[in-house]
């Protein structure tokens, strides 16, 4: 139980490095206390929220709007693969806020496990709306 938490750790910072070099922001390092502009969740009234990534005050309102929650789902079955959406469902949001959730999917190849995929999951009016905006920009 206490090596998937940390597994689960591990795949929460992967995705917060990955968004803070996508929106060129400072991800928190323990040694950035002051500066810091993205960071986990831990210990605060978001987590409890089911949200698992941290914006500060001063992120852009289009990069705040951003919910995420981080999972990561271990394969176990040959044939088929589940993976739980249940705190995409759950999470509290408020209107004009998209909730996401990134998915790290894993099997067990002898002690150690490998990464099959990775994967994020949305609303479908939240990916019209990417959608959108992505033929806007590519016109």
Known sequence: MIKNKRQGDKWN???????????NLEAFNNKNHKTYEISTTKNTPLD???IDVFYRDTVPNYIQRLK???KKTMIKGKNSISIDIS?????????GEIPLLFTRMTK?????EQVLDELVIMRMEDFKLFLNEY???SK
């Open 68 to 70: 995420i929650q981080c």
């Open 108 to 112: 067990k190849v002898t002690v150690k």
């Open 135 to 137: 033929v806007k920009s």
């Open 87 to 95: 705190s995409l469902l759950t999470m509290r949001i408020k209107p």
């Open 13 to 23: 910072y992967d995705v917060i490095k990955f968004l803070a070099t996508i929106f």
């Open 48 to 50: 409890g929220e089911g």
